[in-house]
Structures are given as C-alpha cells and as structure tokens.
C-alpha cells in the first residue's frame, strides 16, 4: 500500500501543476481574444496574444511532456491491482464453493461419526479381556476375538479423529474466508477512491493536451492559408492553353549564378482527377480513339445525348453566383470553350470536348445554375472557338458520359504527371463511382523517374517535369543554396521537438501571416544546438511509383543525415522556401546542380 500512497502524492503534486498551468492560459489567451483574431486590425494587438498564445501553449507542453508518461504508468499500475484484486475475488468465490461442499459433505460425515461415537463407548465397555477369556470356550477363540474388538476400536478412533479435523478445518476456512471478504471490500473501496483519482489526473492531462491540439490546429490553418495564398501566387496553368513555364535551368538554361545547389521538381499539376489534357493529348499521338481516351480517365456506362438545355455563365470564380454575363443552348456555350489548342490530334479535341460538355450538364444540374467563365469552372470567352473544336463539338453531337443514370461531372486539368486520382484521393473531398486510380503511361505502371519522364503520356507538357517559383536575385529560377536547404531542415527538426514553435517558422523574407517574430536560420540553428545542420550535400527521394507519391525524404551533411515523411517535408518546405519557391504536387524529385 506504500507505492499507491506515493502515487497519490505525486498525481496531487502534478494536479497541481496543471492547475497553476491552466489558470495562466486562461488568464493569457481566452477564446474571448482569439475570436477578435480573425477581425482585428490593430497589429500589435495580434502580435501581442498571439504571441502570448504562443507562451501558454509552450508552458502546457512543458507541463504535459514531462507527466505523461508517468500518469501512463501510474494508470496502467491501477490497472494491473484491479486485475489482481479480480483474481482474489475469484479465488474467494472458489473458497466458498470448496467450504460449501465441504459442509455437505460433513453432514453424512457426521451421521457416520454419531454411529462410531456409539459403537467406540460400548466397545469400551465390552472389551474386557478376562470376560472375555472366561466367556470363551478355548483360549484361542478368546484372543481372536479380543483382537478384532480392539481393532475396531481403532479404527473407531481414528475415524472420530479425521471427522474431528475436519470440522474444524471447515471452521477455519469460513473464519479466514470472512477475513479476506472484510479485506477485499476494504481494499476494493480504497482502490476505486485511488483509481478515479488517477482518472482524473489523466483527464486533466487529456484535456490540456486537446487544448494545446486545438492551438495547434488554429496555427496550421493559418499556414495552410498562408500555404494556399503562395500556392496562387504562382499561376500554376491548370488547362493546356494557359501558357507560361518552368522556373529554373533544365530546360530553358536558367543560370542562378551558383553551384552545389538543390531543385524540387514536381511531376504535373496540383489537380490529377479526371482528363489528363496531355495525356490525352499523348494518347491520340499514340493512335487511340476518344472513347478509348475517356475510357483512361473515367469510368461511366454510356454516352447519351443530354437534350437541349440553356446554359448560363456568370462573373464570379464558383457556381449560382456573380452577374450573368452569357446565356445560351448547352452547345452554343462549349463552342466557347478554350481549354486546349485548335492544333492538337483531334480524337482529344473529341474527348476533351465531351469531358467540357458532361461536366457543364453535371455541375450545374443541366443549366439550374450558372457556372462561372474561368479555370476554377471552364474557362470561357464569347466568341466561338471555331477550327476543329468546333468540328469537334458538332461532330459529337449532345453526347455526355453518363454512369448510373446520370451525366458524370468530368473534372481535367493540363498535366497529371503520370498518374490519375480518383476525388475521394484528395484531402477533403468524397469519392465518386465515375473518376478512378491509374498509371497514365502504356503499360500501367512506372518503374522510376527516368521511367516516368519516358513513357508518362503528359509528358509532352511543358509542365510535366517543374519546379516553381523564383527570385530575381538568382536569375528567376528556383534553386537553393546547400546552407538554404539545410534550414528548411532545420525548421523540421525544431518544429517536430516543440510543435508551439511552428508560427515562428514561416519564410523569413515575407511578412509573418501569425503577426508574431519569424526566427531567422541563426535562431533557429541555436535553439537546435548540435542537431543543427549548416549545409546540406546530398538529398535521395524515396517514392510509391504506383500511386506517384514520396513517401520520404533523406538529407545529408555535416557527417549525419535525418529522414523524413515526404507530405511533412513538403509542407515545411513550402512555409520555409524563400520568395514563391514551393512543390506543388505530391510526387517530387531533386536536381543537383
């Protein structure tokens, strides 16, 4: 009972703590302030809490880290005393069962014992030996028969002896048995009080820990904003007549004006669902039809013509809202479309067609709302397109893929890179029967990244194979120098031993979208200590080739190196990377300068 005693002593000690811990947060950060966050446009205010958040999240990591585990260990000790205390309860249930027997068999125990107790006295009596003698006709007769009555005798008395022990025995065990029943009551009663003390101290500890993940996920919905807004700041062609191209050396011979530097390439486009533009593009030049085309992409039933619908475009970036700025039959409205070049084999002018053509009928609920004119819909002028995309709208009639009874909403953008996702692949959203998973070259399947860069469909696409973004100070390309990488590293490592450290983690030549200090490389590397990197000299890239993601990441330099989830380096990356640079897509590679 000592040890469960000085466990109670420190969970009230620890109680304590975390009493103290959250008087200060609530004192410091109230869902009061950070409600205001959001509308707020004194700077120093949000700087100010934020960075007082900041603190508390801090101080109850601190307090949480160090308990936990001991708060574990004490739960799991009340644990194994419970199940201790359930096997006393069986062995007492086992106990009763055995004196309850016992007691009947005592009964018939004791009629047997009446009757040798009788027969003892009246043998006692009887066995006399000069009665017996002068009672007997011979002496030898005598002797017998004094020595069978002494026998019996005997046999009297140790019978009356074992009955004797073993009432009281029986007395025994009912006595100890109460005992131990008293006992286990105490001790189950005392136990409880213990246990739900604990209990509470592991809630306690639970709840602080979800308020720290509940700050925590404020912090990464800003960077994920932050994140997007960088995203968008790169123009990333998401249809095939967008133009533009890749930032750095490959191809176009970019200098940065330095060497040993590193390049995060990614394969095609953030969007991999539905129509691969140039793959569909690569598909014709390969000689397949477009029902073999929109076979690859998609999976429907049949064609079937979708009747005659008006179709109302307006000015906004979604659906159902902005100002109507066009009107007209669902035909009229895809002769308008300019996705890809007039140029292009025309069995994927076809397919694309009959993609634009599904996805308009499906989206807006055949015309019940207008859709809007640019990438994030279909992107759409007034005039016709004319050449053969218009051939191609004619020469399709009203034909819309359809799956289940319904026309299927056809999602495509320009490049996948190789791969096709199917919506329930992506973050947040739900899967449909209609888009599927596979490996867009003509075998199925890829073997690497020289294998993918060869055979991939798209890769035709001037956005097959790039890295994004730039700075003019380095030639507008996207490269990093070996002591830049090595503090994308760095702010990994820190983020991952104190994750309230993430909002001073952004890059360090824009502004703070926390309104809190960024830590430069410098601080970064002391707060790090001796875990810390200066340069990096080698990056290898592990990826799953079947569905065209890395998995992870190994850095190296300074004599060690550090692995890391493909997704989280990704992510830390695109927050940390200078000016615009980011990857864009979930299957990467590295070029060395």
Not at 63 to 90: G, Q
Not at 196 to 210: K, M, P
Not at 343 to 365: G, M
Not at 550 to 573: A, E, I, M, P
Request: charged share 20%.
């Amino acid at each position: 009972m000592g040890t469960m005693r000085k466990i109670i002593l420190v969970c009230m000690l620890l109680a304590g703590y975390f009493f103290a811990a959250s008087y200060v947060f609530a004192q410091e950060c109230t869902p009061e302030n950070i409600s205001k966050v959001s509308t707020s446009t004194d700077q120093d205010f949000l700087r100010a809490l934020l960075s007082k958040c900041g603190e508390s999240i801090q101080n109850m990591e601190n307090a949480v880290r160090p308990s936990r585990a001991e708060l574990d260990r004490m739960n799991k000790a009340i644990a194994a005393f419970e199940a201790r205390i359930k096997t006393i309860e069986t062995d007492v249930a086992k106990k009763s069962l055995e004196i309850a027997l016992g007691e009947k068999e005592l009964e018939a125990s004791l009629v047997l014992a009446s009757e040798r107790i009788r027969q003892f006295y009246m043998r006692s009596y009887t066995l006399n030996p000069m009665y017996l003698l002068f009672s007997s006709t011979n002496i030898g007769s005598a002797l017998r028969t004094l020595g069978y009555q002494q026998a019996a005798v005997n046999e009297d008395k140790k019978i009356i002896t074992q009955i004797a022990l073993t009432v009281k025995d029986l007395e025994d065990k009912k006595k100890l048995l109460e005992d131990e029943k008293v006992t286990l009551a105490a001790l189950k009663t005392d136990t409880d009080r213990r246990a739900a003390s604990v209990r509470a101290l592991v809630a306690q500890a639970e709840a602080y820990e979800s308020k720290v993940q509940g700050y925590i996920a404020v912090i990464s919905a800003r960077q994920q904003e932050f994140l997007a807004q960088k995203l968008a700041g790169l123009g990333i062609p998401l249809y095939a007549m967008s133009g533009g191209g890749c930032s750095s050396d490959l191809t176009n011979g970019k200098d940065p004006g330095f060497g040993g530097g590193f390049g995060f390439f990614t394969f095609g486009v953030p969007n991999r669902v539905g129509l691969n533009q140039y793959g569909a593009y690569g598909r014709a030049k390969a000689d397949q039809k477009s029902d073999q085309i929109l076979h690859a992409y998609y999976n429907f039933d049949e064609y079937k013509d979708a009747g005659d619908m008006t179709i109302r475009v307006n000015d906004s970036n979604g659906f159902n809202s902005g100002n109507i700025i066009w009107s007209g039959s669902l035909n009229d409205y895809v002769k308008r479309i300019f996705e890809v070049p007039n140029d292009w084999p025309y069995e994927s002018i076809k397919a694309q067609v009959i993609a634009v053509r599904s996805y308009v009928v499906a989206a807006t609920d055949k015309g019940a709302s207008s859709i809007c004119a640019n990438q994030h819909c279909q992107v759409f002028q007034s005039n016709e397109k004319g050449g053969t995309w218009g051939q191609g709208v004619n020469d399709t009639g009203s034909q819309v893929m359809m799956k289940d009874g319904q026309s299927i909403k056809a999602f495509f953008s320009s490049t996948h890179g190789g791969y096709v996702y199917s919506t329930g692949d992506l973050v947040g959203w739900s899967n449909t029967s209609y888009t599927k998973r596979a490996v867009d070259t003509p075998n199925g399947s890829v073997s690497g990244f020289s294998d993918l860069r060869s055979n991939a469909f798209d890769r035709d696409s001037p956005w097959f194979y790039c890295d994004w973004g730039g700075r003019s100070a380095y030639g507008g390309t996207a490269w990093l120098k070996p002591d830049e990488l090595a503090d994308v590293v760095n702010v990994i490592l820190l983020a991952s031993q104190d994750s309230s450290a993430q909002n001073h983690l952004v890059q360090t030549d824009k502004p703070n979208p926390d309104g809190t200090d960024t830590w430069d490389a410098g601080t970064v590397r002391s707060k790090l200590g001796s875990a810390a990197y200066n340069s990096i000299s080698d990056v290898s890239i592990n990826a799953d080739f079947g569905t065209g993601k890395v998995t992870s990441v190994t850095l190296s330099g300074d004599g060690k190196s550090d692995t890391f989830d493909g997704d989280k380096f990704k992510t830390y990356f695109n927050l940390r990377a200078p000016s615009n640079i980011q990857i864009v897509g979930p299957l990467y590679n590295v070029e060395k300068r």
